[in-house]
């Protein structure tokens, strides 16, 4: 009964491609998220959309372009990946209600060789 | 942008100990959450804080939002080997929003 699901798990890939990480929640939240965690395991978001509207952007390469077909997903898509990318991406929903946390899928973990 | 300081930066106890760590605020929030995150997972939420002064437990978790606004301390009491991980504050306007994470404590318990 996974709330937040994130696909792939892993992903290995070369410099210079384009690679998508999908996600889904079934929580019924309105808000989802979208997270970089470096190798020092330093989590900092990137972007969030609230009813498939962009509320967040933080200073992201404009080589991320998030996108949200509804409000249940929220898929990140990467154009010419660098070494720099590699990384464990993870998603997250919340309603957009206060005192309503955010709830994390597992990761992606981004390899770029 | 503004800080975040999360200390200790990791943590070597024995089963059995109490553990305490913080995190302090340049700025003031309304709420303060704290995360763990198991290896090759994502992070959990174990306690959240939405009150100057209010202190929460969760069984051997305790959590106290500072009557300042500007930190928090999580407490874990009788240490066991499965409270290893890494452990994250965060701080937000409201717990829906953008949230800033500290940088974690890594919590090794040794049986």
């Excluded at chain 2, 929030?29 to 174990?46: A, C, I, M, S």
Aim: charged share 20%; net charge neutral; with cysteine.
């Amino acid at each position: 009964d996974t709330a937040v699901s994130q696909t792939p798990k892993y992903l290995v890939t070369q410099m210079g491609n384009d690679k998508s990480i999908k996600c889904e929640q079934n929580l019924g939240h309105d808000t989802m998220y979208w997270y970089k965690q470096d190798s020092k395991k330093f989590l900092k978001i990137m972007f969030s959309y609230n009813n498939k509207e962009l509320i967040i952007n933080e200073t992201v390469p404009n080589r991320f372009s998030p996108k949200s077909p509804d409000k249940a997903h929220l898929n990140l898509h990467i154009n010419s990946l660098e070494l720099g990318d590699s990384a464990v991406y993870f998603c997250a929903s919340s309603q957009n209600r206060n005192r309503q946390p955010q709830h994390f899928g597992d990761g992606t973990r981004l390899s770029i060789l | 942008g503004q800080q975040l300081n999360q200390s200790p930066q990791s943590m070597f106890i024995q089963e059995g100990e109490d553990v305490s760590m913080n995190c302090t605020s340049s700025s003031i929030f309304n709420t303060w959450l704290w995360y763990k995150q198991d290896p090759g997972e994502g992070p959990v939420l174990l306690i959240a804080l939405y009150k100057a002064g209010e202190l929460t437990s969760n069984g051997r978790l305790t959590a106290q939002f500072g009557i300042t606004r500007k930190d928090s301390f999580l407490n874990i009491s009788a240490s066991i080997p499965s409270d290893v991980g890494i452990y994250f504050c965060a701080r937000g306007e409201t717990s829906g929003s953008r949230l800033t994470f500290g940088e974690g404590t890594q919590l090794t318990v040794n049986p």
